[in-house]
């Protein structure tokens, strides 16, 4: 104990004084980042700045989800509206907060589109847009909302992008389906789940059945990158969790992002991701928000994320490559 502390009796600095300080982590106050995927063009112009707040230097706007389509089933010129919306308002985002703004455009098969050819074929000059850095997201998923879309026409619309990506040069940002919950317990079904703006009710038997059908989506997701020669690296599986971990890290080249914007909702955290970089190296993970408005979601996840993955013990080289290095590779910042 220091004898020569001022205080009336001793305070635990006292006692602190015999131990050696640790080392703060002060580069991590400033460490860049980027959300490789986000639906921040939705969210609200506080929001936004609450992510340049925060240090975050780039972005993927993610225009493909079937719920900002109020028509369903839906029809092509329904997600052409929300692509051009995003296009129409992808500058003002960047002047107005400094961050990089740049797009993902897709085609979600979470509810069944009418005529999504005409889509496919309008998809080809997107991708060409500079401002365009991913297709996505998409994936085939197990049930849909409203009317059930079969899987071997979910599963040629998933390829058909991927087939476009390959030629564009352009990562896929694949939605893959999650089993975590956080909660023990359902709400009554009426209501379904506050802080997700979404009609419960309205959601169909599945169309992908057996054991798992989540970890099966992907599967088969990964067999259409096959046949649509898309390197596997050129994937970025979003909304990792526990039940396709595994088998992304150990079986493909795909990265692996961590969704963690809405945690509450899919149970997946910084001490999974922590976990995942133990287990298999920052090489090949990343972390996104999935920043929506019709979630209940925080923009400053990945900023919290970087230090949690520092308290978990994980190193500040490896937290630079999962937010910053990987996303800015992968999605083309540094060009
Ligand atoms: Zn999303």
Known sequence: MNPNYPTKRPTDDAYLHDEEEPRLPTELLNMPWIDGHNHAHTLSWDDRERYA?????????????????????VRASDVRFLWDDAVNRRAAIERNHFFRARLGLGIHTGVRIEDPDELLEAMDGY?????????????????????????????????????????????????TPNTS??????????????????????GQEPVITGENPALKAVKIDIEAAHDA???????????ADQNNIQYLM????????????????????????????????????????????????????????????YRYGIDTDAIRKVVWENPRDVYGFSN
């Open 229 to 239: 020669g898309l390197p596997e690296d050129r994937v970025v599986a979003s909304h």
């Open 53 to 73: 707040l925060s240090g975050c230097e780039g972005m993927v706007m993610v225009s493909s989800g079937y719920h900002w389509t109020p028509y369903k089933p």
């Open 250 to 309: 150990k079986e493909t080249e795909c990265y692996l992002s961590f969704t963690i914007g809405h945690s509450w909702l899919i149970g997946v955290g910084p001490a999974d991701v922590a976990d995942a970089i133990d287990e298999y190296g920052p090489e090949r993970i990343m972390i996104d928000t999935d920043c929506a408005n019709i979630l209940k979601t925080d923009p400053y996840a990945i900023k919290r994320a970087m230090f949690e993955l």
């Open 181 to 202: 919950s956080s909660s023990g317990r359902s709400y009554r079904p009426a209501f379904g789940v506050p802080g997700y703006e979404k009609n419960y009710g309205l």
């Open 127 to 175: 991708c060409q847009l500079p401002e365009v850095v991913a297709v996505g997201e998409t994936g085939v998923t197990p049930s849909q909302h409203v009317e059930a879309w079969g899987l071997d026409e979910q599963r040629a619309i998933v390829q058909a992008q991927m087939e476009l990506a390959t030629q564009h040069d352009l990562p896929v940002i694949l939605h």
